[in-house]
């Protein structure tokens, strides 16, 4: 069939139009070879846009369109569809993207108008060679996987077990909780994080489409949106779970002691352990680099004292295989060690401790039993907080971790609620009370006393220069709002540390297939339109494995991704992408190279035939099989040679 093609130059408001001549542009297309009409409009996404099309298709015939307008990430799928509502098979479309290839990169209007003529121009070749591709559907398996069981995990996994579809929540470390189950009080309502978390951790624990898999972690994912294929390794806890009643006399009995993972080191726990008295499940696992039966052959005290005859020291590593047809990351974030930034002396010098070791000893259930206490034993009548420690620094995080202006007040609120004499003083760089009832709760903290002074110290040490500063902490920074140095000698300093990602975070964005972002977090699909999605279809993240956030966002986004995943399983089966490679099996030679450049695990190989296949629901179309076949035997469709030809010379022309 002839083509009849339309071109439609939008505007994006002055986006576009600010900088590109449209109506030249429009101009210039309408001397196209092909082009039966072109138009421009202020908003080409808006109905009226949309219309503008449909429209156009039925009363000039046309049966291709080109959109000259933004990235094709944003609206391809809005114009994709916009044809095929009107009878023109979507893949007769292409788009041309004069906003951020053009008129966001010049300031200049006539190279700016240049350019959005090339692109225009490039397009309409291209789409001459299109051909009708028709799109599938695959089936949607209504199991989900949750990966990560802090709030984030513990959200997204309830709310879709509640719909009454089944989760595996995998979670590394041997009880759900996360961060949050290590923290005392939560700003700005001061709630007890315990008395928030554990209702949801018990029903998790005994939610009956919940299949909790702690002490475990993903080993390998394969499979596509819908039908994805996890193998899940669950250590050995050398603890029949299904004997263990929880009594806890195995820990009391144990008479080895080790530094706990939970108490970040201030308090110890057993080489049989639960890492706290909440945990779900209650059932605890067998440290075997710290056992002295696994070290040295000896001991069995656990064993001999178990009523239940629960201790299983032949247990081993499972593997288990799951069917799933979406994922979601809630892996969380990993609080930045401060030892690097050698000034501050965290490890060299007593009393000065981290955030997260603060919300241990401020705790109740925590190693100080709730009080607050320098390494002699007794109390602080200082106490200087520091913000911003990795954060906002050039030389290890440059965004800022979001919940730490808060945690600081929140810190000076609690010190002043348990020693009402101590003085509290915050250096902070610029207080972001962005959230609700953050604001009111700094000036709150403002009112009991609290000290703020605005500068980054650049060391602390423990030189006195003074009889005041003997046996003192003593803060040397610029107060900026007066303009000077300054030195502050306190007793206790507490460094509230940066949010970063999670030290294994690059394996498992590349085991789930999944990018990162500059700051090292998971990539959304789109920050503003798709926060949850990822670049892999099926794929979700939630929390602060995507970025530092506070709980009242972890939890929004958790039960988004989950409402995503319910979204799918409602509709039974999804569209997948019709343009793939394709191998031709009379050329391929066998060589099987395409199979190990593919990155979705796409390719298989045919023993009979002696040839590879596409496995069309997992190829992305991103090329990397084409480029690496020595007989030329895969290509792509909607990315055929003629079509990538006829666009160079549509560009140059
Ligand atoms: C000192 C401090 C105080 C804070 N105080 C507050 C406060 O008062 N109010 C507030 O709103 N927010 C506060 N926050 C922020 C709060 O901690 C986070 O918003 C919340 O913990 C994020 O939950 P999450 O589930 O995303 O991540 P996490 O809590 O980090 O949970 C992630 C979970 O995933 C598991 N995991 C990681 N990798 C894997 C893997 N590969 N496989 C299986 N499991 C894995 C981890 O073991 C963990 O259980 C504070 C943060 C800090 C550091």
Same mark, same amino acid.
């Given at each position: 069939?002839?083509?009849?093609?339309?071109?439609?130059?939008?505007?994006?408001?002055?986006?576009?139009?600010? #900088?590109? %001549?449209? &109506? $030249?542009?429009?101009?210039? +297309?309408?001397? *196209?070879?092909?082009?039966? !009409?072109? =138009?421009? /409009?202020?908003?080409?996404?808006?109905?009226?846009?949309?219309?503008?099309?449909?429209?156009?298709?039925?009363?000039?015939?046309?049966?291709?369109?080109?959109?000259?307008?933004?990235?094709?990430?944003?609206?391809?799928?809005?114009?994709?569809?916009?044809?095929?509502?009107?009878?023109?098979?979507?893949?007769?479309?292409?788009?041309?993207?004069?906003?951020?290839?053009?008129?966001?990169? #010049?300031? %200049?209007? &006539? $190279?700016?108008?240049?350019? +959005?003529?090339? *692109?225009?121009?490039?397009? !309409?070749? =291209?789409? /001459?060679?299109?051909?009708?591709?028709?799109?599938?559907?695959?089936?949607?398996?209504?199991?989900?996987?949750?990966?990560?069981?802090?709030?984030?995990?513990?959200?997204?996994?309830?709310?879709?077990?509640?719909?009454?579809?089944?989760?595996?929540?995998?979670?590394?470390?041997?009880?759900?909780?996360?961060?949050?189950?290590?923290?005392?009080?939560?700003?700005?309502?001061?709630?007890?994080?315990?008395?928030?978390?554990?209702?949801?951790?018990?029903?998790?624990?005994?939610?009956?489409?919940?299949?909790?898999?702690? /002490?475990?972690?993903?080993?390998?994912?394969?499979?596509?949106?819908?039908?994805?294929?996890?193998?899940?390794?669950?250590?050995?806890?050398?603890?029949?779970?299904?004997?263990?009643?929880?009594?806890?006399?195995?820990?009391?009995?144990?008479?080895?002691?080790?530094?706990?993972?939970?108490?970040?080191?201030?308090?110890?726990?057993?080489?049989?352990?639960?890492?706290?008295?909440?945990?779900?499940?209650?059932?605890?696992?067998?440290?075997?680099?710290?056992?002295?039966?696994?070290?040295?052959?000896?001991?069995?005290?656990?064993?001999?004292?178990?009523?239940?005859?629960?201790?299983?020291?032949?247990?081993?590593?499972?593997?288990?295989?799951?069917?799933?047809?979406?994922?979601?990351?809630?892996?969380?974030?990993?609080?930045?060690?401060?030892?690097?930034?050698?000034?501050?002396?965290?490890?060299?010098?007593?009393?000065?401790?981290?955030?997260?070791?603060?919300?241990?000893?401020?705790?109740?259930?925590?190693?100080?039993?709730?009080?607050?206490?320098?390494?002699?034993?007794?109390?602080?009548?200082?106490?200087?907080?520091?913000?911003?420690?990795?954060?906002?620094?050039?030389?290890?995080?440059?965004?800022?971790?979001?919940?730490?202006?808060m945690h600081s007040m929140k810190f000076a609120h609690l010190v002043r609620e348990h020693l009402p004499q101590?003085?509290?003083?915050?250096?902070?760089?610029?207080?972001?009370?962005?959230?609700?009832?953050?604001?009111?709760?700094?000036?709150?903290?403002?009112?009991?006393?609290?000290?703020?002074?605005?500068?980054?110290?650049?060391?602390?040490?423990?030189?006195?220069?003074?009889?005041?500063?003997?046996?003192?902490?003593?803060?040397?920074?610029?107060?900026?709002?007066?303009?000077?140095?300054?030195?502050?000698?306190?007793?206790?300093?507490?460094?509230?540390?940066a949010l970063e990602p999670q030290p294994d975070v690059d394996a498992v964005a590349r085991l789930f297939n999944i990018s990162r972002s500059a700051d090292g977090f998971f990539l959304?699909?789109?920050?503003?339109?798709?926060?949850?999605?990822?670049?892999?279809?099926?794929?979700?993240?939630?929390?602060?494995?995507?970025?530092?956030?506070?709980?009242?966002?972890?939890?929004?986004?958790?039960?988004?991704?989950?409402?995503?995943?319910?979204?799918?399983?409602?509709?039974?089966?999804?569209?997948?992408?019709?343009?793939?490679?394709?191998?031709?099996?009379?050329?391929?030679?066998?060589?099987?190279?395409?199979?190990?450049?593919?990155?979705?695990?796409?390719?298989?190989?045919?023993?009979?035939?002696?040839?590879?296949?596409?496995?069309?629901?997992?190829?992305?179309?991103?090329?990397?099989?084409?480029?690496?076949?020595?007989?030329?035997?895969?290509?792509?469709?909607?990315?055929?040679?003629?079509?990538?030809?006829?666009?160079?010379?549509?560009?140059?022309?």
């Amino acid at each position: 069939m002839e083509p009849r093609i339309g071109v439609y130059v939008c505007h994006c408001g002055s986006n576009i139009a600010g #900088t590109v %001549d449209t &109506e $030249e542009v429009v101009r210039f +297309a309408q001397g *196209l070879e092909g082009v039966v !009409v072109a =138009r421009d /409009y202020k908003f080409m996404c808006s109905d009226p846009g949309q219309e503008l099309i449909k429209k156009d298709i039925k009363e000039l015939g046309l049966n291709r369109i080109v959109v000259a307008s933004c990235s094709p990430t944003m609206h391809e799928p809005t114009f994709r569809r916009v044809c095929q509502e009107a009878g023109v098979n979507p893949y007769l479309f292409e788009m041309a993207n004069i906003r951020e290839h053009c008129s966001w990169v #010049t300031e %200049d209007k &006539e $190279e700016a108008t240049d350019k +959005a003529k090339a *692109l225009v121009s490039a397009a !309409v070749k =291209r789409v /001459y060679y299109h051909q009708p591709l028709e799109t599938r559907e695959v089936s949607i398996n209504p199991n989900t996987l949750v990966v990560g069981g802090g709030i984030a995990g513990i959200q997204a996994a309830l709310k879709i077990a509640d719909s009454g579809h089944k989760v595996y929540l995998v979670e590394r470390t041997p009880s759900i909780g996360g961060h949050m189950a290590q923290l005392d009080k939560t700003f700005p309502t001061l709630d007890c994080s315990a008395c928030i978390l554990t209702p949801k951790m018990t029903q998790v624990g005994s939610h009956p489409y919940i299949e909790l898999l702690t /002490y475990s972690e993903v080993g390998e994912v394969s499979g596509y949106i819908g039908n994805f294929k996890v193998k899940i390794r669950k250590k050995a806890r050398y603890v029949d779970e299904d004997k263990c009643t929880g009594c806890g006399l195995c820990q009391t009995k144990c008479p080895w002691k080790v530094d706990s993972e939970f108490e970040v080191g201030l308090g110890q726990r057993k080489a049989i352990y639960t890492p706290f008295p909440q945990a779900v499940p209650n059932i605890p696992v067998i440290d075997k680099e710290h056992c002295a039966y696994f070290l040295t052959g000896k001991c069995r005290a656990c064993e001999k004292f178990c009523e239940a005859k629960a201790i299983d020291f032949e247990q081993e590593d499972k593997v288990i295989e799951v069917e799933v047809g979406s994922i979601i990351l809630t892996t969380g974030f990993n609080l930045f060690d401060p030892t690097p930034i050698y000034s501050y002396g965290y490890k060299r010098l007593d009393n000065v401790i981290t955030s997260l070791e603060f919300e241990r000893m401020v705790n109740s259930s925590g190693p100080t039993e709730g009080n607050i206490v320098l390494k002699d034993g007794s109390a602080p009548r200082s106490i200087g907080i520091i913000h911003c420690v990795g954060s906002r620094d050039e030389k290890y995080h440059e965004y800022c971790s979001r919940v730490c202006c808060m945690h600081s007040m929140k810190f000076a609120h609690l010190v002043r609620e348990h020693l009402p004499q101590t003085e509290v003083y915050e250096f902070y760089i610029d207080i972001r009370s962005f959230g609700k009832g953050y604001e009111e709760f700094y000036n709150r903290v403002l009112k009991e006393g609290t000290v703020f002074l605005r500068g980054r110290p650049a060391e602390i040490t423990d030189v006195a220069e003074t009889h005041e500063e003997e046996g003192k902490l003593v803060v040397q920074f610029e107060d900026t709002l007066v303009g000077r140095q300054r030195r502050l000698p306190v007793d206790m300093v507490i460094l509230s540390c940066a949010l970063e990602p999670q030290p294994d975070v690059d394996a498992v964005a590349r085991l789930f297939n999944i990018s990162r972002s500059a700051d090292g977090f998971f990539l959304e699909r789109h920050p503003k339109l798709d926060p949850v999605a990822t670049m892999t279809d099926g794929i979700f993240i939630a929390g602060c494995c995507q970025g530092p956030k506070d709980i009242p966002d972890t939890v929004a986004q958790a039960s988004a991704a989950a409402a995503e995943v319910l979204a799918m399983i409602s509709k039974g089966k999804v569209e997948i992408e019709a343009a793939t490679a394709v191998v031709d099996e009379r050329i391929c030679s066998g060589c099987q190279v395409c199979r190990l450049v593919c990155p979705y695990n796409a390719i298989d190989f045919d023993a009979e035939k002696g040839a590879c296949r596409v496995n069309e629901a997992l190829c992305k179309a991103c090329g990397a099989c084409i480029a690496a076949c020595f007989s030329h035997a895969v290509s792509l469709s909607h990315y055929t040679n003629e079509q990538i030809v006829a666009e160079m010379e549509g560009a140059l022309a």
